[in-house]
């Protein structure tokens, strides 16, 4: 969140319009959306407001659910923005650094919903850094590539990894897929399907995958993210054994919301 205020706080007026990869979402509504969940992470009542019936991209409860922090925010001027955003980040900081509470803990999650306080924080580490990136994007001021928040990420991304490749692109089982990701942050992840089909991750290579998918970090973690489509990125990945199927999974590969 520091870095996000470093990024957004010189910003003129009309920069605040900019659009970002995340669909549907300016500048503007990336840093309200920030602000709403960490206020909602601090135990703030959540704003009373009717979304607008013209939102094209709100289609579910979810999407109306963070909707909400962000379309309330639509007008706010800069400086109003920039300065709920530092108050923001002195009541977070102090509430973290005085956290005393059980990482199981019960707190409240999207929807009314419960999740443990150790899950809450990583999701949130996930979200901010994510919301950096397209910031970053949309500035055209990259960086923190291989910041903690990053690892915070590849791990929960990698947590999707057995749904794309077993589910959604229907790998065949007793089969292997390798992920090969270099840059700011390098790992190899071998995702093997058993022969019910059920898939794991690990990070012991595999002698003979049915494909291995070669990219950098930035382009995992856009394609993971949803910010862009295989299509857009084909050039920038290397794709070795069953094409067909590596061109399933990289069809198919957000694991976001």
């Known amino acids: 969140m520091e870095a996000i205020s470093e990024l957004v706080t010189p910003l003129p007026e009309g920069q605040w319009n900019l659009a970002t990869p995340c669909p ?3 500048v503007r509504d990336i840093v309200s959306h920030v602000i709403g969940l960490d206020c909602e992470m601090l135990g703030d009542p959540r704003p009373i407001h009717t979304l607008p019936r013209d939102l094209y991209h709100v289609t579910n409860e979810s999407q109306r659910y963070m909707e909400m922090q962000v ?11 920039t300065s709920e955003l530092e108050y923001t980040i002195i009541r977070r900081s102090r509430q973290l650094r005085n ?14 919903s419960e999740q443990t306080l150790e899950l809450a924080t990583r999701l949130r580490a996930f979200d901010v850094w994510v919301h950096e990136q397209d910031l970053r994007v949309a500035l055209r001021r990259p960086g923190n590539l291989d910041s903690p928040g990053a690892y915070v990420t590849r791990d929960l991304l990698l947590h999707g990894l057995p749904k794309v490749v077993a589910e959604k692109a229907g790998a065949p089982a007793n089969s292997a897929v390798v992920f090969d990701v270099g840059g700011p942050v390098e ?3 071998t995702v093997r399907v058993d022969a ?7 990070s012991a290579p595999s002698l003979g995958p049915i494909v291995t998918i070669g990219m950098d970090w930035d382009t995992y973690f856009r394609l993971a993210c949803g910010r862009v489509t295989y299509a857009a990125v084909k050039d920038r990945v290397k794709v070795e054994g069953d094409l067909e199927l590596g061109d399933a999974i990289l069809s198919d590969f957000a694991v976001t919301p």
């Open 24 to 26: 549907a979402w300016s």
């Open 71 to 81: 379309d309330v925010r639509r007008h706010h001027t800069a400086p109003e923005m």
């Open 99 to 112: 956290e005393s509470r059980d990482p199981s803990t019960k707190v409240r999650g999207p929807l009314g």
């Open 187 to 189: 790992f190899l992840r």
């Open 196 to 202: 019910e089909g059920k898939a794991t991750v690990d």
